[in-house]
């Protein structure tokens, strides 16, 4: 029946009594399982911890610097590291590295949560801080975003 439809026979279950058989195009269907497969990895994501180095004693703008770039790279979807470095006699006051660290982490609240708290470690006090949107929403939304910029830009660029 296979060679007259011009279709392969495949066995399904070999185990069954009697055995499972199927007429198909044997090639379509593995083209369509690689194609799955294939969709499959562009969609997967690949979380990335981005970080961020501070000092006790940083300015107010270099802070806002600071901030600006973590609360992109949450926006991104990333997690974000933020180490604390102290230097020299600033390691006998951990507790003003803990207060910024919080600070960071009330100013940023929105776009992010902690996900690892404070904790010293020799020279460094670290954080991590994870995204409160998920990766795919962060990517599918900057596209959106880009689709509609350049939509925009075509339609003045026809009205010109």
């Known amino acids: 029946m296979a060679d007259e439809v011009g279709l392969d026979l495949v066995e399904i279950a070999a185990e069954a009594n009697p055995p499972v058989c199927k007429i198909m195009d044997f090639g379509k269907y593995k083209y369509e399982v690689a194609q799955k497969a294939r969709e499959a990895r562009q969609n997967q994501t690949h979380i990335v911890v981005k970080e961020v180095r501070l000092t006790p ?56 949560f902690i996900e690892f708290a404070p904790k010293q470690e020799g020279r460094n006090m670290t954080m991590v801080i994870g995204p409160t949107k998920k990766k795919t929403e962060a990517v599918a939304e900057a596209k959106a975003a880009r689709k509609a910029k350049a939509d925009a830009a075509a339609e003045t660029m026809d009205g010109a």
């Open 57 to 112: 004693k940083i300015e107010t703008h270099d802070y806002e610097t600071k901030r600006n770039q973590v609360e992109k790279f949450l926006k991104g979807g990333d997690k974000v590291k933020v180490t604390m470095k102290f230097r020299g006699r600033e390691q006998t006051r951990p507790e003003l590295g803990y207060k910024m660290l919080q600070r960071l982490a009330t100013d940023i609240a929105e776009f992010g």
